[in-house]
């Protein structure tokens, strides 16, 4: 096959670094792709949002697979592009349509499919700028930490948790006022739940599914979960609290709901769910649902999967899934994020880096880096992920924190205690 992936993170590396191994992929393209993912196929500088871009790239490659990374292209309905057009319905693309989407695109609407579907989740209630007096009043009833999501797609930044009453309503009026845009024009006040956050992945084809490994990403950039919320400094996979009588409620209580709620709408939905998943009290209920796989978690999950990528998406694609089974490797893994100096606020790119030729015992998932005369320099706020293994996730984070000391560029910065609550 000759595949197409789209996205230019550390989940996009860690795909292409999976997908090449496949004695399947007879050529890989990845759009745009990083000076990471340079090493497994070819890089195309194109936009994924772009789709007349993404059609004449797949014409002109004679592309048999598309694999699309991230939520954006799928929120905006490239997979609906595809299979209204002549020239590509015939092309087989791993994602969900615009609707399926939505799960992770609009919060609203996920809690909606939850509530239908009976699904345990946080309760909620959702506001517009002409519901601000309701809004304000509600928060009033409230018993903080208040938690304040944006409707939309904020980049990982539309969920804010206050502990006062007074900032929660300036913030609120603040994301109703567009502090993220059209993504804060609707604003959901949920529930806060206390206790110890997981993730699931499951891949359908939209009638069956396959469990993925279980991972825990880490979101704040300080040191104990303080400071602000990030993209993900680093993960850990298995998980030790997550035992079979937990993966047991996970698949009767959130799964199997979730995915029969994918059929009863008819959503045309064939690529991976993400479930951001939490424990209160030993039972499972979901924070959120994403789209498609998360980042820094896929490069933990993936260094498990001993299953084939390729082949995988093939039969997802094709409505083949229930021919597939998942081999995992009973291996530990952890990836440790390097950042920018400043990340999650301003940062400057274009820092030189170095050392990546002495990391001796890890994979290296580049995130925001290019190459610039040949050197490679960092050209985000996440940089790169070192993922290493090991027979107990400590063993597996040590190796890493150890490669990842051997990685040096001005400013860099990352959490040295992922794992700390486990």
Known sequence: ?????????????????????????????????????????????????????VKKLVLDQSIDLVVVGPEEPLVRGIVDFFQEDNELKSVLIVGPSREGALLEGSKAYAKEFMREFVIPTAAYREF???????????????????????????AGKGVVILEDIEAAKQEFQDMLAGKFGAASETVVIEQFLKGIEFSV????????????????????????????????????????????????????????????????????????????????????????????????????????????????????????????????????????????GGYPGSYEKGKAISGLENVANSLVFHAGTRKSEGQVVTNGGRVMAITAYGPHFRDALNTALGDAAKVEFEGKYNRSDIGFDL
């Not at 292409?16 to 993912?37: R, V």
């Not at 809004?135 to 208040?146: D, F, K, N, V, W």
Request: glycine share 10%.
């Open 1 to 53: 096959m000759r595949i197409l992936l789209l996205g230019s993170g550390g989940r996009e590396h860690a795909f292409a670094w999976k997908l090449q191994q496949s004695p399947l992929c007879e050529a890989l393209f990845i759009a745009p792709g990083n000076a990471g993912t340079e090493q497994h196929g070819t890089n195309i500088d194109l936009d994924p949002n772009n789709f007349a871009a």
């Open 128 to 154: 517009t700028a002409r519901d601000l007096q309701d809004g304000l009043a509600y928060i009033e009833t409230q018993r903080p930490p208040i938690v304040l999501k944006a409707d939309g797609l904020a």
């Open 201 to 340: 992945f499951v891949v359908t084809d939209g009638k069956d599914y396959k469990v993925l490994p279980v991972a825990k990403d880490y979101k704040r950039i300080g040191e104990g979960d303080t400071g602000l919320n990030t993209g993900g400094m680093g993960s850990v996979s298995p998980v030790s609290f997550v035992d079979d009588e937990m993966m047991r409620k996970v698949e009767n209580r959130i799964i199997k709901p979730t995915i029969k709620g994918i059929r009863e709408r008819d959503m045309n939905y064939k690529g991976f769910v993400f479930l951001g998943l939490i424990v209160v009290e030993g039972d499972p209920y979901v924070i959120e649902y994403n789209c498609r796989m998360g980042d820094p978690e896929t490069q933990s999950v993936f260094a498990r999967l001993n299953t084939d990528l390729a082949e995988l998406c093939r039969a997802t694609a094709e409505g083949r899934l229930k021919e597939m089974e998942i081999e995992t490797d009973e291996r530990a893994a952890a990836s440790i994020i390097l950042v920018s």
